[in-house]
């Protein structure tokens, strides 16, 4: 079983900067894909990143792209969000999510996911 917290977020004038960091628990971190995902007030939670367990892979929803990163450390069990140029639109709850097996990322890009986080609220100003 994998628990996993986020943190990071909070309120930020748009153009700015947040980086979100997800700590999770056990020692397989590294065979899980990681995601993230952002549910915004009366909308449905939509994929924003994924990575894959090694690091090497990258992907990004089109409305994040040359934006936000999304990065991992396998030695201290994280996986991180930069978010640069951040918009009024981008105000949601941002959630962590681990997947494993040969459809993780799959199943991460349809929004299904083994485990997730509690969430962490991203709020942006005009």
């Known amino acids: 079983q994998v628990q996993m917290v986020e943190s990071g977020g909070g309120l930020m004038q748009a153009g700015g900067s947040l980086r979100l960091s997800c700590a999770a628990s056990?020692?397989?971190?590294?065979?899980?894909?990681m995601g993230w995902f952002r549910q915004a007030p009366g909308k449905e939670r939509e994929f924003v990143a994924a990575i894959s367990e090694s690091g090497q892979n990258t992907y990004y929803a089109d409305s994040v792209k040359g934006r936000f990163t999304i990065s991992r450390d396998n030695v201290k069990n994280t996986v991180y969000l930069q978010m640069n140029s951040l918009k009024p639109e981008d105000t949601a709850v941002y959630y962590c999510?681990?997947?494993?097996?040969?459809?993780?990322?799959?199943?991460?890009?349809?929004?299904?996911?083994?485990?997730w986080g509690q969430g962490t609220q991203v709020t942006v100003s005009s």
């Open positions: 056990g020692r397989t971190f590294s065979f899980y894909e």
């Open positions: 999510a681990a997947a494993a097996g040969y459809d993780a990322l799959q199943r991460l890009f349809r929004g299904q996911s083994d485990y």
